[in-house]
């Protein structure tokens, strides 16, 4: 502990150098911007700014889309709590009792309690990080090829089975980011595959034309008819107004402290996003409440708990994605990218090998909250009339830097025309109710996974029992072949359940439904 302590005092000088600094406060800027305005989450904005980290050092590119993935945290509540507006859904549950807080002149309050509790869960995360990293560095050097591809796989199923909506939709569309992974050059033969006669293919799809497709493009045309007019609201909030009384303090304590843990809970488990996160937090609240008939008319504890679950989440997301090298969701898949293309690899050695790196972004995470903070307070009124842009002018802008974005990185063409293609498939899978997240999932892990997989089975000269005879790899496929197992019963358990409602007299049905028959 007392090591942790020493390495995290050398990540606060790394994270206070003016460059890492400005990059930083750059990030949770251009994120708290991004997470008011919306459909511009922090998916669509680190694509956009992903070919800016190309020419950047890891440490201050990665500080940046780290402060971006936060930063719009903070920015999707000022819009659910002043305006009704759930910009992204994880705040979906924050407009509950958010916005009736605001009807009630109580809107500064809400943000106030917002923020305090945003700061302490994501505190709390970064101590969790604190605790675990000297854990991680010591099993380390326990992990050999079997073991990281039995994790990623488990990374993948989590990723797959646990996105909105199907499960199976999930596992398709992480299979076809397996497939786009594995699109190049084959490092062991040498053999192009997948490439269609196009040359430019021979080393892989971009990582940058991927993402900006499947959450630029696509977002684009899927919101481009959608011109929202936002009337007008009393949205001046003063700092006085931001302070909550010592009766609300109490009251938001432990919802603060309940919803920490959960999110904290949740950050620690791969493929499940912020959204279930708030939603589980919230609706835990209700049940432990003494007056759980209130919630939904402005609710103090109905803001806090879902907020300190979202931010203790974003932090502990960390843990898994640097230590492990398994994303907790789609944007720390990005993010995942970001430092593969930076040529390193994420995993249990990276805490060794890259300190300054890894100390250095758990010290900015404390930095970055300050500096949103401080940020708010004067910036509340220029996002909230940033949300009365409609989208015909929002959207429009957001493609051009796009296009300027990718074509920098390679000044390529094709890339372009790759951002494209994968924005109109990216399109059709949403018409359809396929989530894209799993896709890129499935692109990042894939190459890993089958680089481990068959490093694994080379070393064991073709036996496949490699993968049971190490005890953490086994470990690990267990967990895979439990979840598998869990997710085929709850689909057998929905399915007779619909048979049997489905064979219910109608005066049966009506009694189930609370309803009078016809």
């Not at 960390?318 to 907790?328: A, C, D, E, N, R």
């Not at 063409?413 to 109109?424: A, P």
């Amino acid at each position: 502990m007392l090591q942790s302590l020493m390495d995290l005092q050398h990540g606060f000088g790394i994270a206070l150098q003016p460059h890492n600094l400005m990059w930083s406060f750059f990030g949770v800027l251009i994120g708290n911007l991004i997470g008011v305005l919306p459909g511009m989450g922090a998916l669509s904005a680190i694509s956009i700014l992903l070919p800016l980290t190309y020419a950047m050092h890891p440490i201050p590119a990665t500080l940046m889309l780290a402060g971006i993935f936060y930063g719009s945290q903070y920015g999707g509540a000022i819009g659910a709590i002043l305006l009704n507006l759930p910009c992204h859904p994880p705040h979906a549950v924050t407009c509950l009792d958010g916005y009736p807080l605001t009807q009630q002149g109580k809107g500064g309050t809400a943000l106030g309690i917002t923020m305090i509790s945003s700061f302490f869960a994501a505190s709390v995360g970064i101590i969790v990080m604190i605790i675990a990293s000297p854990l991680l560095v010591s099993i380390a050097f326990e992990f050999g090829p079997p073991e990281i591809f039995s994790i990623m796989l488990l990374g993948l199923l989590c990723g797959g089975t646990m996105s909105r909506g199907s499960a199976l939709k999930g596992v398709a569309m992480t299979l076809v980011g397996l497939l786009i992974g594995t699109a190049g050059t084959d490092v062991n033969s040498g053999v192009m595959r997948f490439t269609f006669g196009f040359m430019e293919l021979s080393n892989k799809v971009e990582l940058v034309a991927l993402a900006l497709g499947l959450f630029g493009v696509t977002e684009f045309l899927r919101s481009v008819n959608q011109i929202q007019v936002i009337g007008a609201h009393n949205t001046k909030v003063r700092l006085r107004d931001m302070r909550p009384s010592k009766s609300e303090l109490k009251r938001s304590f432990m919802p603060m402290l309940r919803g920490t843990f959960i999110g904290t809970l949740f950050g620690c488990m791969p493929g499940t996003g912020p959204t279930i996160t708030t939603f589980i937090a919230y609706a835990f609240e209700r049940k432990v409440s003494k007056t759980p008939e209130l919630f939904g008319t402005g609710m103090i504890e109905g803001v806090a708990a879902p907020e300190a679950a979202s931010h203790s989440k974003t932090q502990v997301d960390f843990v898994p994605t640097m230590s492990l090298g398994i994303p907790g969701d789609a944007v720390m898949a990005l993010i995942l990218g970001a430092l593969l293309i930076q040529g390193i690899q994420p995993g249990p050695q990276l805490i060794t090998e890259h300190a300054d790196l890894f100390w250095g972004l758990v010290a900015s995470f404390w930095i970055g909250n300050v500096l949103l903070i401080l940020l708010n307070v004067p910036l509340i009124g220029i996002w909230v009339k940033l949300l009365r842009v409609p989208y015909r002018f929002l959207f429009p802008s957001a493609l051009f830097f796009i296009a300027v974005g990718v074509y920098s990185v390679n000044n390529s063409l094709f890339e372009v025309s790759e951002v494209l293609v994968f924005g109109l498939i990216g399109a059709l899978f949403v018409a359809l109710d396929f989530s894209v997240a799993p896709i890129l999932l499935g692109y990042v892990l894939g190459p890993m996974i089958e680089e481990n997989f068959r490093r694994a089975v080379l070393l064991s000269r073709g036996d496949m029992m490699v993968f049971l005879q190490h005890p953490i790899s086994c470990a690990f496929l267990a967990l895979c072949t439990a979840m598998i197992a869990i997710q085929v019963f709850f689909s057998w358990r929905k399915s007779q359940r619909g048979k049997q409602l489905a064979h219910l007299a109608p005066n049966d049905l009506s009694k189930i439904e609370g309803m009078p028959s016809s």
